[in-house]
Structures are given as C-alpha cells and as structure tokens.
Nanobody, 128 residues
Framework: QVQLTESGGGLVQAGGSLRLSCEVS????????????MYWFRQTPGKEREFVAQ????????KYADFAKGRFTISRDNSMNMAYLQMNGLKPDDTAVYYC?????????????????WGQGTQVTVSS
C-alpha cells in the first residue's frame, strides 16, 4: 500500500517562505519512485483540491499552476523517495492544506480524481 506523508507546513507571515516535504513509501519494486511523476495539490474548505505543481520522473521537467509560477519550486530526490515544494513570497490566498501524490502517467491536466490514494496533507497558513 502506497503511503504519502507530507510535512513542513506551518504558520507564516505574508511574504515568507516554507519548504514542504513529501515522503513516499510502500511502492512495489517493479514500479519504484524514480518511475513515478510527482504532484502537489492544495485544498481550502469548501473548494475542490487544485493542482499546484508537477515534476516528471527525472526531475528535468516541471509544470506549475499560474498562481505558483515564479514563487513555488518543485523538486525531488529519487535516492530518498522524497519530493519537495519550496514556496516563497507566500500570500494569504495560499492558505490551504497541501498534498503530494504520485502517478505512473504524465497527466496533462492533473485532477484530484486521477489519484486514488491521498495522504493527510500539511496545513499552510499565511497571515496578512
């Protein structure tokens, strides 16, 4: 059973930074972490979970939601089965629970329904 563990959230003032981490475990050796694309999503109460960022298996290709471009950076460490989301210039609108996920397929338009398993997420709160 795949397990996703997010950490690194917290309370930060507007303009501040946070680095979120995602640990992936429980993968079968036939489909290791290095063969999975990584995704970050976020969700606020009453809203759909929305796509934040994507990084492909080798880490050489990334994609961001418009609100994340220029402020967030996704990265991964295949030797550690870890993914990260560096968030700079945080705004109160970034307040949400942030989730990571993995997929064997490249998703051109990632949707939360594409992922059957989710972790508990990590809360990010940005004060004004």
């Amino acid at each position: 059973q795949v397990q996703l563990t997010e950490s690194g959230g917290g309370l930060v003032q507007a303009g501040g930074s946070l680095r979120l981490s995602c640990e992936v475990s429980g993968l079968h050796f036939t489909s290791p972490f290095s063969r999975r694309h990584m995704y970050w999503f976020r969700q606020t109460p009453g809203k759909e979970r929305e796509f934040v960022a994507q990084i492909l298996t080798t880490g050489g290709d990334t994609k961001y939601a418009d609100f994340a471009k220029g402020r967030f950076t996704i990265s991964r460490d295949n030797s550690m089965n870890m993914a990260y989301l560096q968030m700079n210039g945080l705004k109160p609108d970034d307040t949400a629970v942030y989730y990571c996920n993995i997929h064997t397929l490249y998703l051109a338009t990632p949707q939360s329904g594409d992922f059957p398993v989710w972790g508990q997420g990590t809360q990010v709160t940005v004060s004004s």
